[in-house]
């Protein structure tokens, strides 16, 4: 199965990139592209397509994460000479002492009188130990690099780190294209697996999107027979992948760690995050309060506030990276297990708690795909759509329907079943009920259901959307 179902998108942007370097005419002959997206979600595949395709000479460097600066250096030198680069061999035995010595070697190789491709990967990793680094790699740039016909592709995991490269007071600023790799959508899944709808959703909950994941998944296999095929080897992507990002970002918080685990399990109040993250003691609301703000700066966590016309601030934790969400929950609990070769007890762990967890997880997908679906029709000034809750969690309404955040006017009210079987008129009689408690909204505001089944004939109903809607969403 390819690796790049759903990537064509991308790579035109990157060849566009490309071919702008190859035509020339610019007042830099060069191009820099600043790729970001989290761990295992592709990047490093993408631009290794894209250079296999162009059939253009390229270098890849693949920085790690606390090698040290005189480490990094000679690994560029050897990943220049290894190079397709047609001045490579000037590199060989060099041992740069300098990231500027390292990025001169490197702007020697590349060719004068055709395009090339330079990949730093994970460039994060590479610049935090190097005092400066950032003003070495634009001050390269600006007087070597740029002057080749040379499309630089600088990648990074980190998302704060790489939106900090180019902000307004960084060294970088103004001189490349910034571009985000999302994981793969549900139709691209959908695609990728041959799934109706509601399956197609699951196999995107469990994979993340993840392409590494979604690559092993059968045509046509069920979510249940994926989960026992991928329980039962301890080297499947779904097993590994999780361990992998942790490894890579959360070396030196145990606490972070303990955060996660805490939200990832399904806490997603302060205050129950603060019991379950406590360990041998209590946890002090400072302490929980900056690696809250850690996390959710660097898009791990992402913070739920209720939507309405109040400023309400009862804030909600949740997963947000793809590679962690069904991970946290379901994976990890079960890797003593999967090391046992007991795939079976690793899945009924899953099977216990599935549903209950896919309620949560799938709301932030639908009010996603609601953003895309309503242009063009009588919401299409809705720009926000999120959910509403009170301080004690009683009444909950899944959709909000909204101008902006905080609302000035509330559009719309919904109820998101996730389930096979249609809503029924008791759901519809809680939905009217509990819209009215959402402050902008009152007895004439719209009432909106998502529910794969559909839903029975009901006038009260503004809309009803499935999961093959849905997918439409992306489609």
């Known amino acids: 199965m390819s690796g790049f179902v759903g990537r064509t998108r991308e790579l035109g942007l990157l060849s566009e990139q490309l071919d702008a370097v190859r035509r020339g005419g610019r007042d830099a002959r060069g191009a820099a592209v600043l790729l970001r997206g989290r761990r295992r979600v592709g990047k490093s595949r993408l631009v290794e397509e894209l250079a296999a395709r162009s059939e253009v000479p390229y270098v890849v460097f693949q920085a790690a994460k606390g090698a040290g600066p005189e480490r990094e250096y000679a690994e560029l030198a050897t990943a220049v000479a290894a190079s397709t680069l047609p001045d490579a061999s000037l590199a060989a035995d060099n041992r740069p002492a300098t990231l500027t010595a390292a990025l001169t070697l490197l702007a020697a190789a590349l060719p004068d009188d055709r395009p090339s491709i330079v990949v730093l990967d994970e460039v994060p990793w590479l610049l935090e130990g190097i005092a400066g680094g950032a003003g070495e790699l634009q001050r390269v740039w600006d007087r070597m690099l740029s002057r080749k016909p040379v499309l630089l592709m600088l990648l990074g995991s980190d998302l704060s780190m790489m ?4 902000a307004p007071d960084a060294p970088f600023h103004g ?4 571009m985000v790799l999302e994981p793969l959508s549900p139709a691209d899944v959908a695609g990728m697996t041959g799934l109706d709808a509601m399956a197609a959703f699951d196999a995107y909950l469990i994979t993340g999107g993840l392409p590494l994941v979604a690559q092993e998944w059968r045509k046509g296999e069920s979510p249940t027979h994926f989960l026992r095929r991928s329980f039962g080897s301890p080297l499947s992507a779904l097993v590994t992948t999780g361990a992998r990002v942790l490894d890579g970002e959360f070396r030196e918080g145990e606490l972070a760690r303990r955060v996660l685990s805490a939200i990832g399990s399904g806490e997603a109040a302060f205050g129950t995050i603060q019991r379950a993250a406590g360990g041998d003691g209590p946890l002090q609301p400072g302490s929980l309060a900056r690696v809250l703000g850690s996390l959710t700066a660097r898009r791990v966590v992402a913070q739920d506030l209720p939507l309405s016309t109040a400023r309400n601030k009862d804030p909600r934790y949740r997963i947000a990276d793809p590679a962690l969400r069904f991970w946290l929950r379901f994976v990890e609990p079960a890797l003593a297990e999967v090391d046992r070769g007991r795939p079976d007890l690793a899945a009924a762990r899953v099977g216990a708690g599935y549903e209950a967890w896919r309620g949560r997880a799938i709301e932030p997908v639908v009010r996603e795909a609601l953003l895309r679906l309503l242009v063009g029709t009588p919401w299409d000034d809705v720009h926000e759509v999120g959910g509403w809750w009170p301080r004690g969690n ?18 719309f009210a919904g109820t998101v079943k996730w389930r096979p079987g249609p809503l029924d008129r008791r759901d519809v009689d809680v939905l009217a009920r509990d819209a009215v408690a959402v402050p902008g909204a009152d007895a004439g505001t719209a009432l909106v259901a998502v529910c794969p089944g559909g839903a029975v004939e009901d006038r009260r109903l503004a809309r009803v959307w499935t999961a093959e809607d849905l997918l439409e969403a992306w489609s």
């Open 394 to 411: 009683v009444p909950e309404v899944d959709l909000v329907g909204a101008d902006r955040r905080p609302a000035r006017s509330v559009r």
């Open 163 to 166: 939106e900090a490269l180019t």
């Open 175 to 178: 001189r490349g294209t910034e």
